[in-house]
């Protein structure tokens, strides 16, 4: 990551809004909460069946109302819950200062500063996401064996009535951030307008919203409450299968293992987050507080949510071969990431596969006229392709769908959408780089012709 970004980035006019972007930015305001809706209602009605219950509408086997009047409602009950949980999150993130980097040998946490913004600020951001975690899970885990204060099926057997609590969330900090953005922003330079409601409502206009000092709406909402409930919402779907079946299928066990490794990582290496696209270059809207708070818990857990309506025993030769495409999947995403990270720490002076690194040398000039020098590295897996990182992920992605076996293609929703997501993000991430660097970004993609698979793409 440079040392400064280009502040133009950050002033756009409406017109830079071309109509393509504003259509598919209005199709995901109004489609995206109706997929979730529709893939959580499916399991809910249809025993995990996407096409059920369009063939029952277009045969008029049932109607729109039908469908909705067997939906759980908004209750009381689940208003409480995802109060409360919310809350707690709200409390270990700001009040709780990060210990664990004290006695957890290679843990970075505690105070930390992020990249520089646009228009030349560096944040700091308290990263206590682990801490968070632990605390959590030791919470869970001591209520299901010792406490009892409530069944650890609570999150599947509330799910739906939750799920109105996300929106009525997503919605509401969404909302908030862009009024915010317009009469009490944390940083007026940092904001983004572009006059279009639409645009400015889903993509965010200040680039680094916080109330106070410390709480800082992208990273608590992008970490918490989402990613920690991740590993709950498994765990509770792995409670409500041995509920229903008197055991814990192999396959719901692989997927808690695989995506539960996942998360660690993530809060693992949450300081190296702040170095990310969603903290460097996104700004805080719609995209990412209702996402955080609907589209991650309730699509990114499916293969679990499926597994609890429909148990899958893998024999031992098939979870082996997914476990070890998981792993595989999981080292590549790591060990490319550890690459890119130790050859910035170093400014190049390491060793990546036991030799010096490799590199392209290049420049760009800021909008104020300064000349800033970066390097492109092109060792290790980043001389295969420009974001093998994302290959692991992809392969770590099919893991978790394979394990739920081939009976319905709800399951693989996932593989789907990471593909389309993580290609966009090739795309957009070089098209940003391409007008930074201009004929050097040219040399450095001839050295490294291939985005995600060598020798195909």
């Not at 792995?238 to 695989?258: C, D, H, P, R």
């Not at 990270?341 to 006229?369: A, H, Q």
Request: neutral net charge; charged residues 15%; proline residues 4%.
């Amino acid at each position: 990551v440079p040392s400064k970004l280009e502040k133009k980035s950050s002033f756009l006019d409406y017109r830079e809004v071309d109509w393509f972007s504003l259509a598919s930015i209005l199709f995901l305001l109004m489609f995206a909460p109706l997929i979730v809706y529709y893939f959580i209602m499916s399991c809910d009605q249809y025993q995990c069946s996407l096409i059920d219950p369009v063939i029952d509408l277009l045969t008029e086997k049932k109607h729109l109302s039908d469908i909705w009047n067997k939906t759980p409602t908004l209750t009381y009950r689940a208003a409480g819950i995802y109060t409360l949980w919310v809350a707690f999150q709200v409390f270990l993130y700001v009040f709780i200062p990060d210990f664990c980097h004290k006695f957890i040998p290679g843990y970075v946490g505690g105070v930390q500063e992020g990249a520089v913004t646009p228009v030349g600020v560096v944040n700091k951001y308290e990263i206590n996401g682990l801490q968070a975690w632990i605390i959590t899970h030791v919470l869970w885990f001591a209520n299901a064996y010792y406490f009892h204060w409530f069944s650890p099926t609570i999150i599947f057997d509330n799910w739906i009535p939750l799920l109105w609590c996300a929106n009525i969330l997503g919605y509401a900090v969404s909302t908030f951030a862009m009024i915010k953005s317009y009469f009490f922003p944390t940083n007026a330079k940092d904001c983004k307008f572009t006059g279009n409601f639409f645009y400015d409502y889903m993509m965010g206009i200040e680039f680094n919203p916080r109330i106070g000092k410390w709480f800082d709406f992208k990273l608590f909402f992008n970490g918490r409450p989402g990613i920690v409930a991740w590993t709950l919402i498994n765990l509770s779907y792995a409670a409500k299968q041995q509920e229903l079946y008197g055991e814990v299928t192999n396959s719901m066990i692989l997927v808690n293992v695989l995506q539960g490794i996942y998360v660690l990582d993530f809060f693992w290496n949450e300081a190296w987050y702040l170095k990310t696209i969603d903290i460097c270059h996104d700004h805080f809207g719609w995209y990412l507080g209702w996402g955080d708070c609907v589209w991650l818990p309730y699509l990114y857990t499916l293969q679990g949510l499926y597994l609890v309506y429909h148990p899958v025993q893998l024999c031992a030769a098939n979870a082996i071969g997914i476990l070890i495409l998981g792993m595989i999947g999981y080292y590549i995403f790591r060990t490319t990431n550890h690459q890119k990270d130790l050859f910035r720490r170093t400014n190049g002076n390491c060793k990546i596969w036991g030799k010096k690194p490799e590199y392209i040398e290049c420049s760009y000039m800021s909008v104020d006229g300064t000349k800033y020098y970066s390097k492109l590295l092109t060792s290790g897996f980043w001389g295969w392709a420009r974001h093998f990182n994302y290959t692991g992920d992809l392969m770590g992605s099919l893991a978790y769908c394979l394990a739920c076996g081939f009976e319905h293609i709800l399951p693989y929703f996932y593989i789907f959408y990471m593909t389309i997501l993580l290609t966009h993000r090739c795309i957009r991430d070089e098209h940003r780089c391409f007008s930074k660097y201009g004929k050097d970004w040219k040399r450095y993609t001839a050295a490294v012709p291939y985005r995600l698979l060598p020798g195909v793409f």
